[in-house]
């Protein structure tokens, strides 16, 4: 313990490592991003800073269809992963008991196969005639024509499949934490359980909603590789744009601006979605 | 209660708690602009100055030991191929099939090549596009001492030696060619498919597959609307790109697909397909499928895999010596027999054939189809029927792959 007059160092020589972490690797490349973002070229000649400003016109421009897209699609992937997730969570959090662990690893399991491997298994369990959709059609349920790859359903339910532990978790970890003794409380005072649930526990738990909100739609949005796999013909997302451009144009600046575009919609999407929530109030919550 | 150091608690608040003020925003805005120009210099040219076969070649010995990137299904399991070339030369090769598709092979390779580095290879294969193109304009490729090369230049077909993308073979040697397609189901369709108008069938609305490849979907748009690819501009591009748009906004395509449209193809989730002639091949062989492979009658796409030494290769002798190796008509009939493409020595045919005298049952039946495929053997008028790719200027590629990435990326 230094002394009381002592401003103790130790505490921002601990956070030193994590500062120079993202100095190099968020700082330092998002600069040098913004700066390509800027520049005129062709792969052969190289680049050049010409202060480009027609990059963002071309990026919003040409592919502002993609980049609605890919937010809407996030979207729904994040409502979906909801749906499914919060329930998951507070039943494990709640009803777990002794085997919390067993349920969380079970769930987490089919995340230890690559995701790409995943998404292709996709393609043979919802094959036109494959396990799902065959008995369907044999039955008569489906129209012989029907199908659910190259949807955007296809494209939102694989979003929402490959992510769903990022939603489970935070809120898991959150409803964990809440003290029985407070349900109780509600439930003394003449609170129905749908009331105790509504009034007491949700409210609790939306620190966990808003941190798994934030580790689904933003990593959703930029996906590329359930678009590609899962996908038709108009469920390109802004993550495969991005991709070509690099890799099959090397249009460098103009994939450096459709992603700060991306940035600045995201961003601002969050910004709009924390003030809504009121962030001060969910981490004081997630606070004590 | 113990003492708690009074800068505790405002510490912990202000390392725990972001409060982003607005002057701080100013601050690391005006930071991030000085960073902005600091890098604003640019990005160099990544181009690499060219170098003389006979400067390139100076000095160079064989080290015995070769790394060869090459795609996929491209020799077998057991590398026969390169196990006869460590028997006959004692150079022992690592063999990855570290390339999937030409783009992101290209993207991983150029930043490394732009500063002379190693990319881990000593040979590599790339096909006859975009990518290799510009693997040539930046000159980073090893120019070729056809003085190593006597059984290309004895076996070669002579369609292969004098390339449109490579006069005189200064860079490259093909591995193998291929045809781009239709396949199709006959499970699902229930007649023959001859024409590209079956691609624009509103009858098959919703099962055709197309190729997201910008170079290979705008052969087919191109061929649709009766230009030639070779010899087309502009204008014929745009014609190409409206027939393309007008058959995905009619429904009639499924997706637009990399090498994956085989599953759907054998699932029957696409009916017919744009299609590479090996793959089709290979699966029929591998699976039992009966799918069908056509060369539509408006004509059909032909491609190159060509085998090419990076410059910083650390051993192009190696390297040369198993380019020149697989033209032994003995080892590239060994390696159509597995992978089914195009070879470029016509005299393999006649081992294939060969060896056929000497299998039995099935083996034999697949060997004579196999040496009698026009898809694997084309004769001259079938080669007549055949376009490469679309010839593109430095400054014309990305005006042209934006052109019909906007139709399959929309």
Request: with cysteine; net charge negative; proline share 6%.
């Amino acid at each position: 313990m230094p002394g009381p007059s002592g401003t103790s160092r130790a505490p921002y020589l601990l956070v030193l490592p994590g500062w120079i972490w993202l100095a190099i690797f968020f700082v330092l490349p998002i600069c040098g991003m913004l700066s390509v973002s800027l520049m005129t070229g062709n792969v052969i000649d190289g680049f050049g800073f010409t202060g480009a400003v027609g990059n963002y016109a071309e990026a919003l421009g040409g592919y502002w269809e993609q980049i609605l897209r890919s937010l809407l699609y996030g979207l729904c992937a994040t409502v979906l992963c909801i749906a499914v997730g919060y329930p998951m969570a507070y039943w494990i959090a709640f009803r777990g008991g002794a085997h919390k662990a067993t349920y969380l690893l079970l769930l987490l399991l089919p995340f230890f196969v690559a995701q790409v491997l995943r998404a292709i298994s996709w393609k043979f369990i919802l094959a036109d005639n494959g396990v799902v959709l065959g008995p369907l059609k044999a039955l008569g349920i489906l129209g012989p024509d029907a199908h659910v790859l190259s949807t955007a359903t296809a494209v939102v339910c694989g979003l929402a499949y490959n992510f769903l532990p990022f939603m489970v978790l935070p809120i898991y970890a959150v409803l964990e934490r809440v003290d029985h003794s407070v349900v109780e409380a509600a439930r003394d005072l003449f609170a129905s359980r749908t009331q105790a649930f509504l009034r007491v526990v949700l409210p609790l738990s939306l620190p966990g909603v808003f941190a798994g909100v934030l580790m689904v739609f933003v990593p959703t949005s930029s996906d590329y590789v359930n678009a590609a796999v899962l996908g038709g013909t108009h469920n390109t997302m802004i993550g495969n744009v991005i991709r070509t451009q690099y890799l099959v144009n090397n249009a460098y600046p103009t994939a450096a601006a459709i992603t700060f575009v991306l940035m600045a919609a995201l961003l601002l999407g969050i910004f709009g979605y924390a003030r809504a929530l009121g962030t001060e109030q969910v981490m004081e919550v997630q606070a004590r | 209660m113990p003492p708690t150091p009074p800068t505790g608690a405002p510490l912990r608040r202000g390392l725990t708690r972001a409060r982003p003020a607005r002057r701080d925003v100013l601050r690391l805005a005006g930071a991030a602009a000085g960073l902005a120009l600091a890098a604003g210099c640019g990005i160099r040219g990544q181009k690499r100055p060219e170098v003389s076969a006979a400067e390139f070649w100076d000095g160079r010995r064989r080290t015995g030991r070769l790394r060869f990137a090459n795609w996929p299904l491209y020799m077998d399991e057991d590398r026969t191929q390169l196990a006869q070339f460590t028997d006959a030369t004692g150079v022992r090769v690592a063999y990855d099939e570290a390339i999937q598709d030409n783009p992101s092979w290209f993207g991983r390779i150029q930043p490394i090549l732009a500063n002379g580095g190693d990319i881990g290879c000593d040979l590599m294969v790339v096909t006859n596009g975009l990518e290799l193109g510009k693997l040539l304009a930046l000159n980073y490729l090893a120019p070729l001492d056809h003085a190593r090369l006597p059984n290309f230049a004895e076996h070669g077909a002579d369609l292969y030696k004098d390339t449109a993308y490579d006069p005189g073979n200064t860079y490259c040697v093909p591995y193998t060619s291929g045809l781009t397609g239709i396949a199709y189901n006959p499970e699902y369709v229930d007649r023959e498919i001859t024409s590209l108008d079956d691609l624009w069938d509103p009858a098959f609305k919703g099962r055709v597959g197309m190729m997201r490849d910008p170079q290979e979907i705008a052969n087919f748009g191109l061929l649709r609307t009766g230009a030639e690819p070779e010899k087309s501009g502009e204008r014929e591009w745009q014609a190409a790109a409206r027939a393309l748009r007008g058959q995905r906004e009619a429904g009639i395509v499924r997706a637009y697909y990399e090498q994956d449209y085989i599953q759907p193809l054998t699932n029957g989730d696409v009916w017919l397909t744009m299609a590479w002639s090996g793959d089709i091949f290979q699966q029929n062989a591998t699976e039992g499928t009966d799918l069908r492979f056509v060369v539509p009658e408006e004509g059909a796409t032909i491609w190159t895999d060509n085998m090419i030494i990076p410059f910083t290769s650390r051993s192009p002798v190696d390297a040369v010596m198993l380019m020149d190796f697989l033209y032994d008509p003995e080892v590239a009939a060994g390696l159509t027999e597995y992978i089914n493409y195009v070879t470029p020595v016509p005299e393999a045919k006649d081992r294939i054939l060969a060896h056929a005298e000497d299998a039995e049952g099935d083996d034999r039946a697949f060997l004579t189809e196999l040496a009698e495929s026009p898809l694997v053997f084309p004769t001259e008028d079938e080669y007549a029927r055949l376009h490469g790719y679309v010839p593109l200027e430095p400054g014309e590629d990305e005006g042209f792959t934006s052109l019909f990435l906007g139709i399959t990326q929309a």
